[in-house]
């Protein structure tokens, strides 16, 4: 499902604010996730602390939105910008990609939490189909 | 809990006759709900504009999901974004879905009993691919939080993903 130029513009719009609160939007999404499917924990056994507010979670949290800014800032050119990333969760993450899916609807979720007027329905299909586009490039080198 | 710990209750009609002092088969196929589950939920619900709420994620369902759209034809135009968040009848409809689901919230111990009737009609009549109920359910937990911002904590969050994922089982269960 091909980003529009209108999604492109949506999804630029809304990360430029979600950007600058990396840390707190992270933690938020990736500590939900933990929490509401039970079965990711699964992926930080070696956390001490999986709530929102532990520093290992707001880290990776952070970590991850970083990471989604910079596919935002080359919307253009998802495939390449997340290249590394890509292989790194093919090779070593292994992460099954169905979990790309639960990370992608807590991010939508804090979104809608922290920016609700910013978040019009027209938004949310953008950023849902930008996440989707971004979920698909990192699981496309794993077979 | 989560959404995987929801059970298929279709396995237990297989279990052979189970002597008196063993759980019966409802029992086994109860949902748990905690306290805490409970109040996320019902707090939650206490605060909720049921046409609102039901516009909202009916009209993002609509939006963010398109071919939805194949369902609601004798709804007149639901074209594009403007359309459908203007559009009479899906107001009525998403009302209509959120007053029902307080049915559910009233009936946290037998949802599956409480939607049996809708079930089948869900199935027979309208002939609703169950996929939709999923979508449903996340389009409002994302117009909850759009709601409630921080007031809708990961654990309140927590528990309305269960309640989707009750409901969703439940409005499944008669397809065949």
Redesign the interface.
């Known amino acids: 499902m091909t980003l529009t130029a209108a999604d492109k513009a949506h999804v630029k719009a809304i990360w430029s604010k979600a950007g600058g609160k990396a840390e707190e939007i992270g933690a938020e999404a990736l500590g939900r996730m933990l929490e509401v499917f039970p079965q990711t924990k699964t992926y930080f056994s070696h956390y001490a602390d999986l709530s929102v507010k532990s520093s290992q979670v707001r880290t990776h949290g952070k970590k991850i939105i970083d990471a989604i800014t910079s596919a935002v800032n080359h919307i253009d050119d998802i495939t390449g910008t997340l290249s590394s990333l890509s292989t790194l969760h093919a090779n070593t993450l292994r992460v099954d990609p169905a979990n790309f899916k639960l990370l992608s609807h807590t991010i939508l979720v804090v979104l809608a939490l922290y920016f609700p007027a910013e978040f019009t329905p027209e938004v949310h299909l953008a950023c849902d189909k930008f996440l989707a586009r971004v979920s698909h490039v990192l699981a496309d080198k794993y077979r | 809990?989560?959404?995987?710990?929801v059970m298929d209750t279709s396995i237990f009609g297989l279990l052979p006759q189970l002597p008196n002092d063993q759980p019966t088969n409802q029992t086994l196929t109860m949902v748990h709900w905690t306290d805490e589950e409970r109040q996320a939920i019902t707090s939650i619900w206490a605060e909720v504009n049921v046409e609102e709420a039901g516009h909202q994620a009916l009209?993002?369902v609509l939006?963010?999901y398109p071919w939805t759209q194949r369902y609601f034809s004798t709804f007149g135009n639901v074209s594009n974004?403007t359309a459908?968040?203007g559009n009479h009848m899906v107001r009525a409809h998403g009302k209509r879905v959120v007053v029902a689901l307080g049915d559910a919230i009233k009936n946290l111990d037998n949802v599956k009993a409480t939607y049996a009737k809708l079930s089948e009609l869900h199935s027979e009549k309208l002939h609703v691919d169950p996929e939709n109920f999923r979508l449903l359910g996340?389009?409002l937990?994302?117009?909850l939080?759009?709601?409630?911002?921080?007031a809708?904590t990961?654990?309140i969050?927590?528990a309305w993903?269960k309640l989707m994922a009750v409901v969703t089982a439940a409005l499944s269960k008669q397809y065949y």
């Open positions: 809990m989560g959404m995987a710990e009209t993002r939006v963010v974004a459908i968040a996340e389009t937990i994302i117009s939080a759009a709601q409630f911002g921080a809708f990961p654990d969050q927590a993903q």
